[in-house]
């Protein structure tokens, strides 16, 4: 591996994969301990929409998933929190118009679409340096964010009732934590596509609470089984001449039922708690 760091692509693959999954760290975090996968998975296929107003409009894909993912993810959530419909449904239903809507723009767009597939199913390896900027600087809203409102994405992540009695404005914090997710699966996007965003969002954090009692250290080993994942799925891809999102995954999976394995094994199960240890 080392050997191919000389290649500057795969310079830039290895800082992508090290700024998403800090971002997937804490952000999946929250997604697995609010149990909202599928509406994540929503917000992931309706930035499609974005990726074809771009192409149709002549300007960077990326902007356009971030802008359409964010008004996706917004919209899911106040339909969610103010109808009576089945969140599943209108989650599906925004899925559906958000790829349909991506689907038709490009179609109506002039000239040949060279790079489409890495939207869908990722190409870290032709991550440009203007990405890793940009990555970047997402990632730091995203921590910004969550560290200025560690307090209230905790509370209605354990108890939106409890919340709510101590002021906290519940539904700002959730469609807050959505924008966030959104702008997480931008990020994602290039590393290994719409379809798989969901598997790297939510395994390393999935596996962190297996073995970890509070949302700090969860956040934390979620990050560096993240790492973990990519430098060895990159590795690996590397080395056998691999798709390198899909290894990634791979790998991921792996490590996931590998550890449902040990969890079962264990004398005693680990008991997650909703405050921070000092």
């Known amino acids: 591996m080392l050997d191919a760091l000389q290649f500057t692509f795969m310079r830039n693959a290895l800082a992508a994969s090290l700024l998403v999954s800090i971002a997937c760290g804490i952000i999946g975090t929250y997604v697995v301990v609010n149990r909202i996968v599928f509406i994540s998975g929503g917000i992931a296929h309706a930035a499609y929409g974005g990726i074809g107003l771009g192409y149709f409009f002549k300007f960077n894909p990326i902007l356009g998933a971030i802008a359409f993912s964010l008004l996706a993810a917004l919209g899911m959530g106040a339909v969610q929190r103010k109808t009576r419909e089945r969140a599943d449904t209108i989650i599906g239903v925004m899925w559906a118009i958000g790829m349909a809507v991506g689907i038709i723009l490009i179609d109506r767009s002039a000239g040949y679409k060279t790079d489409l597939m890495s939207y869908l199913f990722g190409s870290i390896l032709s991550v440009p340096a203007a990405d890793l900027v940009l990555m970047a600087i997402l990632d730091g809203l995203i921590i910004l964010a969550v560290i200025f409102f ?41 590393v290994v596509g719409l379809i798989m965003v969901i598997a790297m969002l939510t395994i390393p954090a999935a596996i962190s609470g297996m073995f970890v009692r509070n949302l700090k250290s969860m956040m934390a080993l979620s990050a560096l089984l993240g790492i973990v994942f990519s430098i060895t799925g990159l590795w690996i891809s590397y080395t056998w001449n691999l798709t390198s999102g899909a290894t990634i995954i791979l790998v991921s999976g792996f490590a996931y039922l590998l550890s449902l394995l040990i969890q079962s094994l264990r004398p005693t199960q680990v008991t997650f708690s909703t405050k921070d240890s000092e």
């Open 150 to 190: 560690y307090k209230e994405l905790q509370a209605i992540s354990f108890d939106e009732t409890f919340a709510s009695l101590q002021n906290v404005p519940v539904n700002l914090i959730y469609l807050l934590l959505l924008a966030l997710i959104a702008v997480t699966v931008v990020m994602m996007m290039r």
